[in-house]
């Protein structure tokens, strides 16, 4: 497994940008499917995007057009672009990683908050 620490969370007003950041340790990140998650209070953990090993990527309906995920294998950091924030893209956002021979996300970053004010 790799071990994952996110950053880049923080206060933004409505419309406003912030960008994640998930640092991996450990070796074969780039053999890693990577993947933002959030969980909003009194709410359920959703998924918000991912970026396949192979270069596919995908993202949640709430956040297509807006956030862009990206990924940097010799940094071993997979980033998370939100753009033009709103209100309930408050959440804590989650980094997690999945190895080619894993069929659900095994490694977890403690997340980081991002609060969006109106």
């Known amino acids: 497994q790799v071990q994952l620490v996110e950053s880049g969370g923080g206060l933004v007003h409505t419309g406003g940008s912030l960008r994640l950041s998930c640092a991996a340790s450990?070796?074969?990140?780039?053999?890693?499917?990577m993947a933002w998650f959030r969980q909003a209070p009194g709410k359920e953990r959703e998924f918000v995007a991912q970026y396949d090993w192979y270069g596919l990527l995908s993202y949640g309906d709430d956040v297509k057009g807006r956030f862009s995920i990206s990924r940097d294998n010799g940094k071993n950091t997979v980033y998370l672009q939100m753009n033009s924030l709103k209100p309930e893209d408050t959440a804590v956002y989650y980094c997690?990683?999945?190895?080619?021979?894993?069929?659900?996300?095994?490694?977890w970053g403690p997340g980081t908050r991002v609060s969006v004010s109106s």
């Open positions: 450990g070796r074969s990140f780039s053999t890693y499917t």
């Open positions: 997690a990683g999945r190895a080619q021979h894993e069929t659900d996300f095994n490694s």
